[in-house]
Every structure is written in structure tokens, then in C-alpha cells.
């Protein structure tokens, strides 16, 4: 775009489609390389695919900021923010369409020319088309624009005649007024519409983000940060927002937003844009940042191996000495530690004309092991033709392959890569595969072997490179299957399980430990268990993540005993605490620790020292004092009652209230009147004398307060902030300030 970066702009619609934004605006569609024409304006994305050019637009200079309209009619109009803050509706290749004719070219024209920087279709009442806009001191800088308004000829004046008759355009496709103005002597930089309340409008602003609700446009929620730009919504969770400052990202709750619930710094150069995925797939966490995912795969995959480690310590039978369920949570790397009476066995390959054995080690730790990592079902069956016909019905042709051919089954491995190749969207080079391997010998000079050991390399598929790693691997020797980071941890650990003889197991477990427990990696709690190594692990998932709801989970599925090692649960635990309902119950029918009984809720908070950030407000509870009352200060009332007017903590004085110029904690009825309210309301007066009129109040906006009693007495009759050169009209931020004092009848 025109004096900023080029931008894409994904279809809402068609997921195959989108909108490269630059001095003019072009429509591609991706496809297969074959069905793309070979003709200018084809952009190559990859060896199989490439866009193709559908149409373009040139009609709209000075682009700042573009939006696609979200319905489905009409299809391909966009909104197309001007650098002299003009919003022109324009289309791509739609102007045969009815509707799109009555809104292409229609123009809305701020009071002052500035800089449009943003752009939001309302996605539920689409007519609405919020734009942000650079600061002027006479204007607003969040106009929200009704597309199918009309600019009445009754109702424009004369000046925005003349303005208008400036430039050559159509008075009948112009509107000038606002149905909404917002953010007024600010600067407006991102936009985006809740998706949980249509009328409810995020805002970027200057210093702080803004929450607008179209129902009350004189207040707004509002929070101060850095992190103002590329504001967005996750699709799949309303209350959570993301937004950008530089390098850094900051994910927002809506529930509470006073800070980020997680910052991200990693991004080693300035971010220029951030998006959700649209589409939530098992196991993931939907926030993508400049190609970095928020939440590592494992997020509904891994509570569901501690659940399969609960089940396999429930249902299995009691062959081990001691307690079983000590033994299976505490990990394969301590169960391997403890195996005893392993045998030797040779067996010749299933399906091959050769008979070569091949050693292979058994116990019943072992079995143990194997049935955690998913292969066998119970005891020491080690059939594993369940597993395999699970992974068919998943269509993981490749890994059932190699499972079957670490089991010495190779006709059986040979069959599952025909049948994927034959099936449904399969790779034809199965074919090949399951050739190579008919053909397996095992002279070490062969040429099948010199052959396999060279091309394995070149395979993308991981499961297909071991395959023939194991396959020309000497016995006991299988660095190539052990450490390819690109096959799961469990299938690892099983095959090292069946082929490591018991000096060579531990040593491998135990490195491979340590490397789940640097890297964060859940799929490591198949190692550690829910022991010390576990909640190490854990924890350094959450460092990593931030996501401590799901170590928390993982956490709750075993007994209590362990869990309590968690100092990351016991957080978690609190906050359930703290937000009761649901989450809370849930969270201690796991644990163990419900009690239906009502619980306590400690102070969440509190008024804090501006020198030392101490809390005052324990030295203004209700604890009864020995000798003076409350009546030496001038006050009649309880002698449970003391004045503080200094830090119980550094002694420094409390701020003034700006009414009556007294220290914080001097009751109000200390102090003298505030104007014209007296006759109103008799402060006084015993009888109306409230506990209330003494609270610490205070704007969040500008920062000036006193008592509360004498803030309400003088909004009565003011609507500025009552502190000189102030004019921060504070209690219109407030909801308090529509609200009828109860004593003023």
C-alpha cells in the first residue's frame, strides 16, 4: 500500500482465495500447479502450488488499510481506508452483482482530513463499518459509519457543501456523518469487534486499549500498555484477545483486564502483523504469531496418556511386588531401572525367505512399558495386530508399517503399505516402498543394502527412514531409530524396550529424560511419570507455554499424594479458588479436597502505599482497639473505628483529597463543606452518615480522587474533574455516574 507495507488479506469466505493489498489491490486463488495458467500475474507458492491472478483493482489510491466485507453477499466487497482518512467501498470482479453496485464507490468523509489506520466490519450487524483514524484535537478519531445510510439534502449544511465541493464527486455517494464518534482527541491505530457482544468495540488507542460499548458511548473499559496494535479476537474463545507492541506479544483475558495473562518476547524482529487460526485443529492452541504457535501439540493428547497411565493402574493385574499404582505413575525410566529376570529370545522374520534371528529382550517391566506406550493391550500378550488396525483406521500407514516390521512381521508391513497406497488420497509411492523392503537380505555386502542405506536419507517420512535404518542396522547398534526426533516418543521408547539389552536401556531412557525435561516436552511424562522428574517437566512446559492449565489437568487425573508436589497446581488450585463455580468444583473433585461447605474468600484487593506498595488496608479493619474511641477525633459513632492518614508500613502520608485537602483516612465528617451539595446532602448528620463516604476513590484516568462522599457531593454539580486545569470528566467513565443518590429525594 501507498507508504506502508504490503499486506495479505485472506478471504472470509473462501479459504482458497485472497487479497494482496499494495499500490492496488489484486485477487489470487491457489491451486495445484498443473490447473494454474501459465500467464502473467501467476505467483509460484511452492513445487505444488501456485496463485493464480483473478482480477484487479486500481481504482483506489493512497490505500492505508483494507477490510473484506464478512457475509456472504456481496462476495468480494471491500473497504479501503485513504491516507486523508476517507473510506471508499470498492469490489474485485463483483460489479454485475445488484447489491454490490449500490455500495461500490460510496465514500465516507471524516470532518478532518487525517490518516485512516484501521479498518472493522462488524461481523454480526454488517452494515456497521468501524474506522480508526490519526489524532485531531476538534475531532474524533473511532467513526463508526452505516453503510446504507444516505447523505440527506435537508439535513447537510452549508459547510460540508462547500467542503465537499472541493473535489469532484458525487454528493449522492458521499455520507459525512458518523453514526457513531468515539475516542475523542486521541489516536485510534487498531480495531476489532467482540465477538461475544456485537456491540462492543476493542480499540488500539494512543496508550491504552479501550473498550467501547455502543449502548453507552460516553464510557469505556480501558486498560494502559504498549501492546495497542494488530488488536484481534481468538475465533474459538470471545474473552480472549491478542495485541503487539515491536517484538512483543500480549494475550489478553476479557474477564480480567488489567494486564496480559501472557507475554511473548521471543520474536527476534518487530512484528508488523498477528492473526488467529481459523481453524482449531485436536490438539492445538489457535494463536499463530509471525509463524510461531502460542500452546507446543499436546494439549488434549497428553491428559489423555495420564489418563491411560490411571487406567492401566486401575485394570492391570497385581504382577509387580508392591503397589501397583506407585509403579506405573512412577514412569518408564524408574520401572526399566527395576527390571529383573529379562530373557534373551531369537526369532526369524515373518514373511522373508531368510532366516536370520534376531535377538530380542522380554520381562515384564518391559511389558509394563510397552502397554504405556500404547503397543499391547495387558500382561505379557505382545500381540500387537490391535494397535496395527487401529493405526489402519487412522490412516497412519507408515507408522503401522513400521511397527509391524519392529515386530518381525515384515509380509505384514509389506501388506499395510500396498493397502495405503490403494486408498483414498494415498501415496502411490507405498508401492515402491513395500517393494524395497520384498526384497530385504541381510549380507552385509549386499548391493539392496548399500542401496537402502544411502536412499533412506532422502525420505520425508520419518516412520518410512527407520524402516530401513533398523533394517540395515547391526543388532543392539540403532542410532538411527533411537534418536529421529520426528518419531514419536512412545513408539522410541517401545522399540528400545524390545531391542536394548538391560545395560543399554536405562542409559538411553535416561538421556532421552533429560532431554524431554530441558526442551518442556509432555511427551516426556511417559519417562518421568508424575514423580520429581515430572513436575520438573511440568514446570518447565509452563515457562515455556505459559499454559499451566494443562499441567494442572495432567496433575489432577493421579492421586492426591503426588499432586501435592505441584507448586504450579497449588497456583491454579487458588485461582479456581478465587473464581469458585464450575472450574473450582471440577478441580476438587479431582484432587480430592471437596468439602460442601462455604469457603472464605481472602481480600483480592486492596489500596497500596504509593512509596512502598505496602497494604494499608489491614490497618483499617474492624479489629477492636483498647482505650480511645473514635469520638477524640471530633466524630461520634464506634470506638472500633481509628483515623490513618499515614502508611502503616514507611509512615509517609496518604494522598489528599482534592476537596477537602485532607489526608486520606480522616473521616468526612471531619472536613468542611464542598459547595453547593450541602444543603442537599447533610454529611453530618448521624443518621446519614455511611461507611462509604470515607472509601479511597480515585479516576483511573487521570488519577485524581479524595473521599468518596465528597466525589459524589461535587459530581452532583460539576462534570469535570474538581482539580484545577484538569478537564477529565471522570464519574462519565464511571456507571456510578448514572445512578440517583438514595438520599437525595
Not at 493489498?21 to 511452492?46: F, H, M, Q
Not at 439534502?153 to 456523518?177: F, G, H, M, N, Y
Amino acid at each position: 500500500m501507498s507508504g506502508s507495507k504490503p499486506d495479505i488479506l485472506w478471504s472470509p469466505h473462501h479459504p482458497d482465495r485472497y487479497v494482496i493489498c499494495d499500490s492496488e489491490l489484486g485477487l489470487y486463488r491457489i491451486g495445484p500447479v498443473g490447473s494454474a495458467e501459465a500467464k502473467a500475474g501467476t505467483l509460484p507458492l511452492s513445487e505444488e502450488t501456485a496463485a493464480t491472478l483473478l482480477a484487479i483493482n486500481s481504482d483506489t489510491p493512497y490505500m492505508k488499510c483494507v477490510a473484506w466485507y464478512p457475509k456472504h453477499e456481496p462476495e468480494c466487497l471491500l473497504a479501503v481506508g485513504q491516507a486523508n482518512g476517507r473510506v471508499v467501498l470498492t469490489s474485485l470482479g463483483q460489479s454485475h452483482n445488484s447489491a454490490c453496485k449500490e455500495l461500490v464507490g460510496k465514500e465516507f468523509v471524516p470532518k478532518h482530513a487525517r490518516q485512516c489506520n484501521t479498518l472493522a466490519w462488524n461481523p454480526v450487524d454488517s452494515n456497521l463499518l468501524a474506522a480508526g483514524l490519526d489524532k485531531h484535537r476538534a475531532d474524533f478519531s473511532v467513526l463508526i459509519w452505516d453503510i446504507s445510510s444516505k447523505l440527506s439534502p435537508e439535513t447537510s449544511v452549508a459547510a460540508e457543501k462547500i467542503r465537499l465541493s472541493s473535489v469532484d464527486l458525487d454528493s449522492s455517494t458521499v455520507v459525512t456523518k458518523p453514526l457513531y464518534e468515539l475516542g475523542q482527541n486521541d489516536a485510534c491505530l487498531s480495531l476489532c469487534w467482540l465477538l461475544r457482544d456485537p456491540k462492543l468495540l476493542l480499540a488500539g488507542m494512543h496508550r491504552n486499549l479501550a473498550i467501547f460499548d455502543l449502548r453507552n458511548t460516553s464510557q469505556k473499559t480501558f486498560v494502559n500498555t504498549k501492546a495497542i496494535q494488530g488488536v484481534t479476537v481468538d475465533p474459538h474463545f470471545h474473552d480472549r484477545v491478542a495485541s503487539f507492541f515491536e517484538g512483543q506479544v500480549a494475550i489478553w483475558d476479557l474477564r480480567k483486564f488489567e494486564k496480559p495473562v501472557l507475554t511473548l518476547t521471543e520474536q527476534p524482529k518487530p512484528l508488523t502483523k498477528v492473526g488467529w487460526c481459523g481453524k482449531l485443529t485436536k490438539g492445538h492452541i489457535s494463536l499463530l504469531c509471525a509463524c510461531i504457535m502460542l500452546h507446543g501439540l499436546h494439549t488434549v493428547t497428553i491428559p489423555m496418556q495420564v489418563s491411560h497411565m490411571k487406567q492401566c493402574a486401575e485394570d492391570m493385574e497385581l504382577k509387580l511386588q508392591g503397589n501397583v499404582q506407585s509403579v506405573v505413575y512412577s514412569g518408564i525410566k524408574n520401572i526399566v531401572k527395576t527390571t529383573s529376570g529379562t530373557t534373551e529370545t531369537r526369532r526369524c522374520w515373518s514373511g522373508s525367505d531368510r532366516q536370520t534371528d534376531v535377538p530380542r529382550y522380554h520381562s515384564e517391566e518391559r511389558c509394563l512399558a510397552l502397554r504405556l506406550c500404547g503397543w499391547i493391550s495387558r500382561g505379557t500378550d505382545t500381540d500387537v495386530e490391535n494397535f496395527l488396525r487401529s493405526l489402519e483406521q487412522e490412516h497412519e500407514w507408515e507408522r503401522a508399517a513400521a511397527v509391524a516390521l519392529f515386530n518381525l512381521d515384515i509380509r505384514r508391513a509389506i501388506q499395510i503399505l500396498n493397502k495405503g497406497a490403494m486408498a483414498e488420497k494415498g501415496d502411490l509411492n507405498l508401492n515402491v516402498v513395500a517393494m524395497a523392503l520384498s526384497g530385504y537380505t541381510d549380507e552385509k555386502s549386499s548391493l539392496w543394502r548399500e542401496m537402502c542405506s544411502s536412499l533412506r536419507l532422502q525420505l520425508k517420512n520419518p516412520y518410512l527412514c527407520i524402516m530401513f535404518a533398523f533394517l540395515t542396522s547391526e543388532p543392539g547398534a540403532y542410532d538411527g531409530v533411537l534418536y529421529e526426533s520426528s518419531v514419536a516418543v512412545r513408539d522410541r521408547v517401545a522399540f528400545a524396550c524390545m531391542f536394548l539389552n538391560d545395560a543399554q536401556l536405562p542409559r538411553y531412557i535416561d538421556r532421552l529424560t533429560l532431554e524431554m525435561k530441558e526442551a518442556g516436552n509432555l511427551e516426556g511424562i511417559l519417562l518421568t511419570g508424575l514423580t520429581k522428574d515430572g513436575v520438573d517437566l511440568m514446570e518447565s512446559y509452563v515457562d515455556r507455554t505459559g499454559d499451566v492449565q494443562t499441567a494442572s489437568f495432567c496433575m489432577l487425573k493421579v492421586p492426591r499424594q503426588i499432586t501435592q508436589k505441584c507448586l504450579f497446581l497449588h497456583s491454579f488450585t487458588q485461582t479456581c479458588l478465587e473464581w469458585r463455580g464450575h472450574m473450582r468444583f471440577e478441580n476438587d473433585m479431582f484432587t480430592g479436597s471437596y468439602q460442601p461447605t462455604f469457603v472464605f474468600v481472602l481480600w483480592q484487593v486492596f489500596v497500596s502505599c504509593n512509596f512502598c506498595g505496602k497494604s494499608i488496608s489491614y490497618s483499617c479493619s474492624t479489629i477492636p482497639h483498647q482505650g480511645r474511641g473514635f469520638s477524640q477525633y471530633g466524630v461520634s459513632g464506634s470506638p472500633t473505628k481509628s483515623k490513618v492518614t499515614s502508611c502503616p508500613g514507611c509512615r509517609k502520608p496518604l494522598p489528599r483529597c482534592a476537596l477537602c485537602l485532607m489526608n486520606m483516612g480522616t473521616p468526612v465528617s471531619n472536613c468542611q463543606g464542598t459547595g453547593k451539595s450541602d444543603e442537599k446532602v447533610d454529611l453530618t448528620r448521624e443518621n446519614k452518615l455511611a461507611q462509604f463516604n470515607n472509601w479511597f476513590t480515585w479516576c483511573h484516568n487521570c488519577r485524581h480522587g479524595g473521599h468518596a462522599g465528597h466525589m459524589l457531593s461535587w459530581f452532583r454539580d460539576h462534570t469535570e474533574c474538581p482539580v484545577s486545569a484538569c478537564t477529565c470528566k471522570c464519574m462519565q467513565l464511571d456507571t456510578t455516574g448514572n445512578l440517583v443518590p438514595s438520599d437525595s429525594s
